[in-house]
Every structure is written in C-alpha cells, then in structure tokens.
C-alpha cells in the first residue's frame, strides 16, 4: 500500500490549489482517505482535514474548512483529490493523506493505517 500526496505549493490569501493523493498497491474504493495537515513548528493534527469513505464516497469536513475545501475520488485514477478555496494564511501546513480500512468516513488520525508523504501549503502574500 503506498500513498504519494503532491500538488501543494505557494498561494496568496484568498487563493486555490488542488492536492492529489495518488493511490497504488491496493484498490483505492476499499478504503477511507483521509486528509490531515501539520503546520510548521507544530505537531500533526489529530483531527483530519476531510475524509471520504469506501464504497459509498460519504465525506466529511472540519469545522475549519467547511465551505472552502472539497474531497473527492477517481477511482479509474486510484486517485483522491482535495480541493482547497478561499485560503488563509493559517492553512498553511504539511498536508498528508492516509488510508483506513474502515469503511466509514473518520477524521480521528488514530483510525488510519497507512500514510503518505505530504506536500507543504503555504498560504502567503
């Protein structure tokens, strides 16, 4: 099972991007992704980004993002793609997803078994 998150980069306040998480060994429909994010200088947060489940694509958001960030799946692609609008500068982290074998959506980082390396947001003028 192996996971590779790109996409990030530098982005004014206000702006857009759009992360990929790239899914290979495993069958990306039989997993949950999750998306979490550690900013700089602190430590990952325990409470994810978004979610989206196995099978039936139920999503779920943090309060924080909620409005502004989308999480969706390829599954042609074995890809899941987090779209991110509206950012501010305190978005600006280390953006990792990871894969669950649960199939319900759950933003607890403790539920998750496999992690991808992440790709750095920086929200900036």
């Known amino acids: 099972v192996q996971l590779q998150a790109s996409g990030g980069g530098l982005v004014q306040p206000g702006g857009s991007l759009r992360l990929s998480c790239a899914a290979s060994?495993?069958?990306?429909?039989?997993?949950?992704i999750g998306w979490f994010r550690q900013a700089p200088g602190k430590e990952r947060e325990g409470v994810g980004v978004?979610?989206?489940?196995?099978?039936?694509?139920?999503?779920d958001y943090a309060d924080s993002v909620k409005g502004r960030f989308t999480i969706s799946k390829d599954n042609a692609g074995n890809t899941v793609y987090l779209e991110m609008n509206s950012l501010k500068p305190e978005d600006t982290a280390i953006y990792y997803c990871?894969?669950?074998?649960?199939?319900?959506?759950?933003?607890?980082?403790?539920?998750?078994?496999?992690w991808g390396q992440g790709t750095l947001v920086t929200v900036s003028s």
């Open positions: 990871a894969a669950s074998v649960l199939s319900d959506c759950v933003l607890d980082r403790n539920e998750y078994d496999y």
């Open positions: 978004s979610c989206i489940s196995a099978f039936d694509g139920e999503k």
């Open positions: 060994g495993f069958i990306l429909d039989d997993y949950s």
